[in-house]
Structures are given as structure tokens and as C-alpha cells.
């Protein structure tokens, strides 16, 4: 069971809890220095619900070694809902009234079973445009408590739930915090298993999102396809082929190889073209301005010739997410950090900072 936060413990963040991905993960951070210092994964089935995730890191968390009992919830992105809309500017309690009914109406649900939230893009205006541009990020409130209640049930305390993307950006921008990093403008690709996010940041704000339904599942399903073997089989392929890029393993053998990048080629240009797609149009809203590189994280974004495709397609320079992670962070989480991104930009998240998003649902 976690351990109670002594007063010694003042600079050990909350528990970072990413329910996405392969497999839920916790982390917590020793904010300052931001370097990981515990870490847990709860092993469930591919098809495990949320509720499911829950319950077996819920179960995991309660045999760590964790200070403290706040929990960082970080929610996958089929149970979060986003899209983005103009509104007037108004006081905190009427902006959340206003923004908990544009939820609503967006995805059809009684306003009572919308929780929202949303945040600012910081999006330029028309002159006499009084509406100022926001991300609406929206759950139904019932499976929220439900998921949320495992936790507490457990003897933690979940104090933030979050969208992963909210993680993503506060974990890369952990080195752009002062005012003056705002014209530090870059993009995020985060190639998941099942999705891929696209994220454009201002410093160490989120200016742009888009979800696009392209991951390392499609790329195994077309791998598989193509050599006429189990997704099972194509995935540890990949694996090898991602393994041998970074030089921890040997090379692939050239029929195979060759095979499995004509199969994964369809995939990787339409993940380079939304991209594009996404950065003309922040291009546009923005009025020129343009990031200055794009950064390829997650568990799937060494896929090979994906940086290539990427840089001519966007026409933008391409690096990886160790290039933007603190020194320390970078050290600690070494070839593992595409998968424990997620629950570190969690972690890092102080116990006083005031509400994000979907805070406090339950």
C-alpha cells in the first residue's frame, strides 16, 4: 500500500495514473529535479474496459511503494470527447455552465450527464469578435465516477482526471515555462496502439489537437496482411524492425523488411498527411505562424521511415521526444519513455495547481 505523505515528502508529486495505452502505468515524479522515482504496470486483457483498467491498477497500486495517495488519472482517448468552439467571454462559473452545455448538445447527452471542461488555444480573433476560441474536452459523468470510484474504493484519492493529451503537453513542456517560450512553437506526433494524436504547443500550452485513427494496431493489421501471418506475429515483427532502428537488436531480414515497409507505407502517408493537414490549418488560424519542428513520440513513432515521411511531407524538421525531455527525466526513463510519456506528464502535475480539466468529476 501507498505510503502517508510525511512532511519530508513536500516535493514528491502526486501519483501519475495512465489508463491508456498497452496497459495502465503509474509513475511519480520528484518534482524540480522532474525525475521519475517509482513506477508500476498493471497486466491486463488487450480488450479490458476502463472500468477493468481501473480495478487492476487499482489492485497494482495497492502492492507499490508510493507516497502519498493522490492519483493523476490520465483517460484514453475513446472516453473522452473533444471538439472546438467559439464562445464569449464570461466569468469562471458561467464559462463552465456555458461550455458543460456546448458538451452536451455535442454529443447528444443530458446536460446532467456531461462532465466538461475546456482550454484556451489562445487563438487570434477578428476585429469585433468578441468569442474567444477553447478545446471542450467532455465524459459522461456516470462512467467517470464509476472509474474514479474503484480508486477511491481502494484507499486512493483521485484528485485530477485529465485527458492524456493534457500530459502529453505538460510533459513536454517542462523546459518551455516562462512567458517569453510562447514563440516556442512545435508539434507533437504521439503514435499510440490505437490512435494517434496530433498536438501543437505555444511554449507550454496547447494551442492545437487532433486525434487521428491511425496507430500501431492499423500498422500491424497491415503488416499481417501483407505477409499472410497472425496480427500477433506482425506485431513482434514491427517490434524487431523498431528494436533493430535503435540498435538493441540485429537487423531484420531484407525480404521481411522490405515487405513490412510496402505494407506500413499507406499507413505512414496518411498519418504524414493529416499532419500536414493539421499544420496548415494552426498555420492559418494563427497567421503564419509555423512550428519549428515536429517531435515523434509514443510507443510507435520509431516506425521506420516514418521522421522521413514526416519531414518531406511537413516540410519541417523531425525529432524524437528525448530530444524535449528534461536531462534527468531523460536519463531515468531511457528507452521505455515512448510508453511511460503519458504517466510521467502526469506525475509532474503540482498538488496546488488550480483546475485543468475534467477536475474534481467525481
Known sequence: MARWRMPWHHSIGPIGLDLGGDAPRATQVRLGADVPRSDMIARIAPSASLEERAAAAAHALRASNFVGREVAVGLPSPFVRTHVARLPE????????????????????????????????????????????????????????????????????????????????????????????????????????????????????????????????????????????????????????????????????????????????????????????????????FRGGQPAKVVLSGPHAAEPRLAGIVEECCRSSVCSLEDELPPLAREALGAAAPRWIVAYGLACRSRGLPPETLEDAA
Open 90 to 285: 464570461l466569468g469562471e462559473s458561467d464559462l463552465r455552465e456555458a461550455v458543460a452545455w456546448e458538451a452536451s448538445e455535442r454529443a447528444a447527452l443530458p446536460r446532467e450527464q456531461v462532465v466538461a471542461d475546456s482550454i484556451p488555444t489562445d487563438a487570434p480573433t477578428a476585429p469585433g469578435d468578441s468569442k474567444e476560441e477553447r478545446l471542450i474536452v467532455s465524459a459522461d459523468s456516470a462512467d467517470l465516477a464509476r472509474t474514479l470510484d474503484i480508486l477511491v474504493d481502494a484507499g486512493f484519492e483521485p484528485m485530477w482526471a485529465e485527458p492524456r493529451f493534457t500530459a502529453l503537453c505538460r510533459a513536454f513542456g517542462r523546459r518551455a515555462r516562462r512567458g517569453s517560450d510562447l514563440s516556442n512553437i512545435r508539434a507533437i506526433l504521439h503514435v499510440d496502439d490505437r490512435e494517434a494524436t496530433v498536438l501543437v504547443l505555444r511554449g507550454d500550452r496547447i494551442a492545437f489537437c487532433r486525434e487521428l485513427p491511425f496507430g500501431g494496431d492499423a500498422l500491424d493489421e497491415a503488416v499481417a496482411g501483407r505477409l499472410g501471418v497472425p496480427v500477433e506475429s506482425a506485431a513482434v515483427l514491427r517490434s524487431h524492425r523498431i528494436a533493430a532502428i535503435r540498435g538493441t537488436a540485429p537487423p531484420v531480414d531484407p525480404v521481411a523488411e522490405e515487405a513490412a515497409q510496402a505494407a506500413a507505407r499507406p499507413t505512414l502517408d496518411a498519418l504524414a498527411s493529416e499532419l500536414a493537414l493539421c499544420l496548415r490549418y494552426f498555420g492559418v488560424t
